[in-house]
């Protein structure tokens, strides 16, 4: 989960609500021409218009077309489609949402975010955008594939401000309310990490540093994810690179620049409140010292996503933050040579995290 509600619980019983109270919207494949074709194109936010324009003063207002500058979209190609003209794909499957599913007989999907199709293409995008990240950096060649699969996604159909990724039945699910979670790439991409570690690690996230563990790989992958994305489509990054999900968060935080969370935090492990989310910001600051250490080691930021995501196999799935360290760092040493391991080693150090 990005934001609020952390139960095992709330989550069953949000998904019993789902099943039982609110009209699933599934494509009509069978009355439908097929688009034929399997690159389309449709209209993204660039990552999401608060980083793309640096402006801290836009705001929801109500879902309007006329609170996000025109230069805030970008036209994309979105590949791996299936040809249907729905947004089904390799990689991702919008398997419902509210209202009209997005459909084209050409694979052109051209909306504005007063559209709620516009959030589908936008969940299309992000998740196929990050699956290629991980297969750019090896995960399913020279690496164990990881998630390659075509990741079941509902849009709007979480009726607040949250959203959440299920292992038992596989989606993740976008909610509604100020930003819906479905206009920032980074919401999108944060829900996918936990994808990513359920399928690395089955039943991960079962301690209270596990669950910290997941949030804040979500947050960095998000930030990873959507920098890459920036560089490969020339898109300018106008706020800090550590701030997660700028644009959700303009409707519930006052301060600037908005951010959901942050990958830069000084917290250390004495600081931990035993929520998943806060507790989740100093294993993530961590992460984040360990990417700047591999830079100026003149390794880069993709050895770093590379060692760190192929460290989560050996994760267990009640793992405490020492044990998932000592991996992270053995991983390092293995990959990346005695050097790095100890940039990693004295990442989590300055987080109080020893092994």
Known sequence: MHLRTTSTAAILAATTCLAAGVAIATPAVATAPDSGTTTGTGSVFRVNPVQST????????KDAA?????????????????GSGYLVGRWANVLSNTGPAAYSP?????????????????????VNQAQEYLQSLGFGSALPPVNAESQDVRVDQYGIDNS???????????????VDDAEDGEVIVHEYGHAVHDSQ?????????????????????AV????????????????????????DSVSYTSTTPHCLR????????????????????????????????????????????????????????????????????DAAYARDGRKAAAAVRDAFAARHIYF
Request: negative net charge; aromatic residues 14%; glycine residues 10%.
């Open 54 to 61: 640096g402006d801290e003063t836009l705001t929801d207002q």
């Open 66 to 82: 006329s609170a996000v500058p025109a230069s805030t979209y970008a036209t994309v190609a979105l590949r791996n489609l299936d």
């Open 106 to 126: 050409t694979n052109t999907f051209a909306y504005t975010r007063d559209d709620d199709r516009f959030e589908q293409v936008m969940a299309y995008f992000w």
């Open 164 to 178: 959440y990724s299920t292992d038992k039945q596989d989606f993740l699910r976008f909610g509604k309310g100020g």
């Open 201 to 221: 690690v089955p039943g991960f996230g079962s301690s209270l540093d596990a669950g910290s563990i997941g949030e804040a790989f979500g947050d960095y992958l």
């Open 224 to 247: 990873t994810v959507g920098l890459d994305a920036a560089s490969q489509y020339g898109w300018q990054v106008a706020t800090p690179q550590a701030c997660v999900a700028d644009w």
């Open 262 to 329: 942050r990958l830069d935090t000084s917290r250390v492990l004495e600081d931990r409140k035993g929520e998943v989310h806060y507790d989740g910001t100093i294993w993530s600051a961590a992460l984040w010292d360990a990417r700047q250490r591999y830079i100026g080691l003149g390794l880069g930021s993709r050895a770093w996503d590379t060692t760190l995501i192929d460290s989560q196999f050996s994760y267990a799935p009640d793992t405490s933050f020492q044990a998932a360290a000592k991996a992270t760092y």
